[in-house]
């Protein structure tokens, strides 16, 4: 039978063309964005902090958390995006137990007003997710004068911590996650400079930080051992997050036109981001699992530096100096 001849027209070629390419690139990204949890662990009950919650993996996080059903606590620098993004997770996820709470971890003192107008407010802080994070920036300085990213990504965060660990005991069995990154493998903790005092090196300062990230996960969790307070760190992968903001090439006409589509199919969305964040803060497998480092949600290697105990210690003495922490030894040993 002879088939009828139809002419398509060069637009709806073209136009078709173009929805095959657009499907088939999601399909690509989907396949190679990472592992997924998708076990069905629920987290009724639980009350979780989360850092940075307002945008990127850290909203990505408080979003999955509040859809296995828990009472989530956004902690954000800024209220005004912390309140919009708080509408949108609960008519996404149909839980109303979502608030934000200001936090700014480039201020000492928002920290503690933050950590006690929660311990005020909730009887019980079940995971405490430290995911708030700032990268390549010019050199700039906290309120208390450390570098920015040191300053953020572990004093504020160590400081935190610190200050929710009484509720985080009275809780468990609880868990701290610690988000920091691949990236610590490349970082160095400058012992003589840590301030970046005498010299600045964005990137140095930021993979420094990611170190710090590792070496108190691992000091915290030996300070806690027999608590029920277990904590991880976790790599959440190369994310498109808004964390490169203060880069001056992440705004630039080359990265917007040329290299950002093409670096879309193999960075993770905030979604995929968050995945890792999830499963240490509820696989129940890792239950008594602590000081460890995840990544693609299983366990992955660290820095030799990320291994040594001493340096830990220093950077634990170091950071409680700086955050003026004070935390009395009962709270922080069984």
Wanted: a positive charge; aromatic letters at 6%; hydrophobic letters at 40%.
């Amino acid at each position: 039978m002879k088939l009828p001849n139809i002419k398509l027209t060069k637009p709806i070629v073209v136009l078709s063309a173009v929805g095959s390419l657009i499907t088939g690139s999601i399909l690509v990204k989907d396949m190679i964005g990472g592992v997924k949890y998708e076990e069905d662990v629920s987290a009724r009950g639980k009350i979780v902090v989360v850092t940075g919650a307002n945008s990127g993996i850290g909203k990505a996080t408080a979003r999955e958390l509040a859809r296995r059903k828990a009472k989530v606590i956004m902690a954000c620098r800024d209220l005004e995006k912390c309140e919009k993004a708080r509408k949108e997770i609960i008519a996404e996820s149909k839980n109303k137990y979502v608030v934000c709470k200001q936090c700014d971890l480039a201020s000492q003192e928002s920290i503690r007003a933050f950590a006690q107008e929660v311990k005020k407010e909730s009887k019980k802080i079940h995971i405490l997710v430290n995911n708030a994070g700032i990268s390549e920036c010019r050199k700039m300085l906290t309120r208390e004068l450390i570098e920015m990213q040191l300053g953020v990504n572990h004093m504020g965060h160590f400081l935190l911590t610190m200050l929710l660990l009484d509720k985080l005991k009275d809780s468990a069995p609880s868990r701290i996650v610690n988000v920091s990154s691949v990236a610590h493998k490349r970082g160095t903790i400058d012992k003589e400079d840590l301030n970046s005092e005498k010299s600045y090196d964005k990137s140095k300062a930021y993979t420094q930080s990611k170190l710090a990230n590792v070496l108190f996960t691992r000091e915290l969790a030996r300070r806690l051992e027999g608590t029920g307070v277990t904590v991880n760190a976790v790599h959440p992968g190369i994310v498109n997050t808004d964390i490169l903001r203060h880069s001056s090439f992440y705004d630039s006409w080359l990265s917007t036109v040329v290299l950002k589509p093409i670096l879309w199919l193999f960075i993770k969305s905030p979604h995929q981001g968050a995945q890792t964040s999830v499963y240490a803060a509820l696989d129940p497998s890792l239950e008594g699992v602590s000081g460890k480092y995840f990544a693609e949600c299983r366990e992955a290697e660290i820095s030799p530096d990320a291994e040594d105990d001493t340096l830990a210690r220093w950077l634990w003495l170091v950071s409680e100096k700086w955050t003026n922490s004070g935390i009395p030894t009962s709270i922080i040993t069984k």
